[in-house]
C-alpha cells in the first residue's frame, strides 16, 4: 500500500504477477494496466481487482505509445530483468513528463559486509528465485536512467529499498 498510496491518473504496474498490488490502488487513480511476462501469473491476478487491463508484455519491450502514464509502479522486478537500463528506458518513455515512478527492490547494500554476503549468495539465489540478483544497484540504474530522486527509503538492513522518482 505504501508503493501506491496518493497515486492518481492512469498506472501502469510492471511485473504485476499475480496482483498482490493491485487491491490497494487509491480511488484517485482512473486506470490501472498490469503486465507481466508470466501469463499464468496475470490469469491469478484478474481475481483481486476488476477493471484491470492485463497485458503479458516484457519491461524491456512495453506495447504503449509515449507519454501513456502518470505513473508507473513496481515490485521486486528490476531485479530480475536481464537488461534493467532497457526497461528503464522504457518506462521513461511510456512515462508523461513530470510523472512518478515507484519502485520496490532488491538493491546492492552500502554495507561492505552486506555486499559481500550479497555477491556470494546471487549465483545461487539467481537460479533458484526465477532470475533475482540481490546484489543489483538498482538506484544507480535509475539515476543513470535520466529519473529525479524524490524519496530513497532503506528497507530489510539496506537491501531493499522505496525508490521515488520523477521523470524530468
Known amino acids: ?43 491469478r491476478a484478474r481475481a483481486r481487482r476488476s477493471g484491470v487491463a492485463l497485458l503479458q508484455a516484457d519491461a524491456q519491450a512495453l506495447p504503449f505509445p509515449d507519454a501513456s502514464f502518470d505513473a508507473v509502479v513496481s ?28 519502485l520496490l527492490e532488491h538493491v546492492r547494500a552500502s554495507s561492505p559486509v552486506l555486499a559481500l554476503a550479497q555477491d556470494l549468495l546471487t549465483p545461487a539465489w539467481h537460479r533458484l528465485s526465477g532470475g533475482c540478483r540481490l546484489n543489483r544497484d538498482t538506484f544507480r540504474l535509475v539515476e543513470n536512467a535520466g529519473f529525479h530522486i524524490v524519496r530513497r527509503e532503506q528497507r530489510l538492513g539496506g537491501v531493499g529499498e522505496f525508490i521515488f522518482a520523477r521523470r524530468p
Open 1 to 43: 500500500r505504501q508503493l501506491v498510496e496518493g497515486l492518481s491518473g492512469r498506472v501502469l504496474e510492471v511485473g504485476a504477477g499475480t496482483g498482490l498490488a493491485l487491491p490497494g490502488y487509491p480511488d484517485a487513480v482512473t486506470s490501472v494496466t498490469a503486465v507481466d511476462v508470466d501469463l499464468g501469473a496475470l490469469l
Open 75 to 102: 515490485s521486486l522486478v528490476f531485479c530480475c530483468v536481464d537488461a534493467p537500463a532497457t526497461a528503464l528506458a522504457e518506462v521513461g518513455r511510456v512515462l508523461r513528463p513530470g510523472g512518478e515512478l515507484r
